[in-house]
């Protein structure tokens, strides 16, 4: 324990790396949690929907919901999130869940919607992939 400033002072650039590698693997841990999002897997989405009425919001392009979504989803690409929150409106009490290709784009959403004022946010899980790996239907309607 003497020695540790020593080897900080001989080794900056190698212990640089270390803070930056733990810094990124407790983002990725703890980041969706900070956005106010809770991740749940396809059987509490089917739950929430048919027993809560909650809103399943596809942040995927058009052209990705129309090659196949969870029948009864929204879309509203991620990138229209913020112009179009007015649509949501309605739903502002309700449980909203995200769906997205990318959690990236789901944390960025669920962050938007928070500061907006829902309070009820979830994520899917693995996305659509998820959702189909559990072999439950999608539609192209």
Same mark, same amino acid.
């Given at each position: 324990?003497?020695?540790?400033?020593?080897?900080?002072?001989? &080794?900056?650039?190698?212990?640089?790396?270390?803070?930056?590698?733990? +810094?990124?693997?407790?983002?990725?841990?703890?980041?969706?949690?900070?956005?106010?999002?809770?991740?749940?897997? =396809?059987?509490?989405? @089917?739950? $929430?929907?048919?027993?809560?009425? +909650? $809103?399943?919001?596809?942040?995927?392009?058009?052209?990705?919901?129309?090659?196949? &979504?969870?029948?009864?989803?929204?879309?509203?690409?991620?990138?229209?999130?913020?112009?179009?929150?007015?649509?949501?409106?309605? &739903?502002?009490?309700? =449980?909203?869940?995200?769906?997205?290709?990318?959690?990236?784009?789901?944390?960025?959403?669920?962050?938007?919607?928070?500061? +907006?004022?829902?309070?009820?946010?979830?994520?899917?899980?693995?996305?659509?992939?998820?959702?189909?790996?559990?072999?439950? =239907?999608? @539609?192209?309607?």
């Amino acid at each position: 324990m003497e020695r540790l400033p020593e080897f900080i002072a001989n &080794h900056l650039g190698l212990v640089s790396l270390f803070v930056a590698v733990l +810094a990124l693997l407790l983002w990725n841990i703890f980041g969706s949690s900070l956005s106010g999002l809770s991740k749940i897997g =396809p059987s509490e989405v @089917t739950r $929430l929907m048919n027993n809560e009425k +909650a $809103l399943l919001l596809d942040l995927r392009t058009s052209a990705d919901f129309s090659s196949g &979504h969870i029948l009864n989803a929204r879309n509203i690409p991620a990138a229209e999130l913020e112009g179009r929150q007015k649509e949501l409106q309605k &739903h502002k009490n309700s =449980p909203v869940i995200l769906c997205c290709n990318r959690d990236s784009d789901g944390i960025k959403a669920g962050r938007i919607l928070k500061f +907006a004022g829902y309070e009820k946010l979830y994520s899917l899980k693995g996305g659509l992939e998820s959702w189909r790996n559990a072999n439950l =239907p999608v @539609t192209r309607k």
